[in-house]
């Protein structure tokens, strides 16, 4: 009987919850195990201790330890999939073929590192490309990225779209914090590249809360968007969740006036998709990988002037709720990005390294 090809999905990242990589593991991974052919593929997971049972107790496991930054754990495996591109835990020791999920470039728009260590994390990135077999990006805009920044050696690479995260609660009950008035959401790691601290301008003339849900990774930077509040007098309708559950976000995203999210950095930008699939207006800067997500029925700042801001919102809550059909045309562009679709092209990707 010919030995199965084992394919070995890194989910190490998922020991941060609440993250768009912890989702982006989950989901995909779970949509592999309906991919993998049985007969003659085996699907392993390499993720931390207290992640075993992530994708079922019956799933194999890989258990990943300090010392795989040194050697990894390939001997056995035909297909190596590395889905961060920052990665510790990189099969430099090519006993497998490599698969290199890079999701963004986001260094290069940060505009928080010295030219010295930009470049000493390009390199790092640079060298996980040398040692890859196949690069896959999650959007055209990281592709066009690396190719401006880094050198691919005419190495294969895919764009693969990441999928929506929502499994619809059929029976979504109201969260703890509820909103007094009509509300602005948004969702994400509080740190300085979400660009969160240009949002309380949005509430001057207006009777509107804003709600920003997710973790404070920069307490300083929490601090500057309370600052920006208060200096528009709006700090009491700028109320943080703190992380929050899917139900919870379910309920933010159903009964939101408008999702807004001014990210300067993103490789993909999954909240949108979520927001879209509610039919919901979604305000966007006009940076990095979001327009090309968001679509043309979304709306874009083109700038973060105030005075700016407060008319795009204003206009883009006109032409929505002037238009029914744009609601229609958000759900159905949310519903064109698929977990399953994204697994099926891994897995064309795996297949053509064996």
Not at 71 to 93: C, D, E, G, I, R
Not at 223 to 231: G, M, Y
Not at 264 to 282: D, T
Request: proline content about 4%; hydrophobic content about 40%.
């Amino acid at each position: 009987m010919r030995q199965k090809k084992q394919l070995v999905f890194d989910a190490e990242r998922m020991k941060y919850p609440h993250t768009g990589l912890y989702h982006y593991c989950l989901q995909l991974g779970l949509a592999l195990q309906k991919e993998v052919n049985k007969e003659t593929e085996e699907l392993k997971f390499y993720v931390r201790t207290g992640h075993e049972n992530s994708f079922g107790e019956t799933t194999q496991y890989i258990e990943q330890h300090g010392l795989h930054k040194f050697s990894m754990p390939t001997k056995n495996a035909s297909v190596w999939h590395t889905t961060y591109q920052a990665t510790n835990y990189f099969p430099f020791n090519k006993k497998a073929k490599v698969v290199f999920t890079i999701h963004d470039l986001n260094v290069l728009h940060e505009n928080k590192m010295s030219s010295k260590r930009l470049q000493k994390e390009l390199s790092k990135i640079q060298n996980r490309i040398d040692a890859a077999d196949h690069i896959v990006t999650i959007s055209h805009f990281t592709l066009a990225d690396i190719k401006n920044n880094l050198q691919l050696h005419n190495k294969p690479t895919t764009v693969i779209y990441n999928g929506c995260n929502i499994q619809l609660i059929q029976n979504i009950v109201a969260p703890n914090q509820l909103p007094a008035s009509d509300f602005l959401f948004t969702i994400g790691t509080i740190n300085a590249k979400k660009n969160f601290h240009v949002l309380p301008c949005l509430l001057v003339g207006n009777n509107m809360q804003l709600f920003i849900a997710g973790i404070t990774d920069d307490e300083n930077y929490k601090q500057l968007i309370i600052s920006e509040a208060q200096k528009y007098s709006v700090a009491d309708r700028v109320i943080f969740t703190g992380p929050i559950n899917e139900n919870d976000k379910q309920w933010y995203l159903k009964n939101c006036t408008a999702f807004v999210f001014p990210s300067l950095a993103e490789g993909f930008g999954l909240p949108v998709i979520e927001a879209m699939y509610f039919g919901k207006p979604v305000v966007l800067s006009n940076a990095t990988a979001l327009p090309e997500i968001g679509g043309p029925d979304a709306f874009y700042f083109d700038d973060f002037e105030p005075n700016n801001m407060r008319t795009v919102l204003k206009n883009a809550l006109k032409i929505f709720n002037e238009n029914p059909a744009i609601a229609d045309k958000l759900k159905a562009r949310a519903n064109m990005f698929t977990w399953a679709d994204a697994a099926k092209k891994y897995m064309e990707v795996y297949r053509s390294l064996y």
